[in-house]
């Protein structure tokens, strides 16, 4: 089973930019459906973006679309994601996800592995 660690996260100011990293150990990377969903407080986890074994197809959530963009190097085991332009309500705990699917999806219940988060803070 492949275990994710997210990195990455801060204090940024509205507008700014900041990139996450997931690097996953313990299995075949390449095996895996990757995601990052976010969790604001007192609001549910909520998808983010997710990404492809091969990294040949991403889907967003329509709020970040043209200002984030997930990405993967399978030989380095990691997956990351850009995030440009932040605003206020970009304020969450980002968590890397990986699931054992063969096509994409923005289901929570679909990853079966997860890292512990790691914060984002946004300014205004």
């Known amino acids: 089973q492949v275990q994710p660690v997210e ?18 150990s313990g299995g ?8 990052w969903f976010r969790q604001a407080p007192g ?21 970040v679309k043209g200002r ?14 850009q995030m440009n332009n932040l605003k206020p309500e970009d304020a969450a705990v980002y968590y890397c996800a990986a699931a054992r ?8 219940t679909a990853y079966d592995y997860w890292g512990q988060g790691t914060q984002v803070t946004v300014s205004s």
């Open 101 to 108: 699917t063969l096509i994409t999806t923005t289901e929570s």
């Open 43 to 63: 609001k549910e986890r909520r998808f983010v973006a997710t990404i492809s074994r091969s990294g040949g197809t991403t889907y967003y959530t329509n709020s």
């Open 7 to 24: 990195s990455g996260g801060g204090l940024v100011q509205a507008g700014g930019s900041l990139r996450l990293s997931c690097a996953a």
């Open 68 to 81: 984030f963009t997930i990405s993967r190097d399978n030989a380095k085991n990691t997956v990351y994601l």
């Open 28 to 35: 075949t990377f390449s095996n895996y459906v990757m995601g």
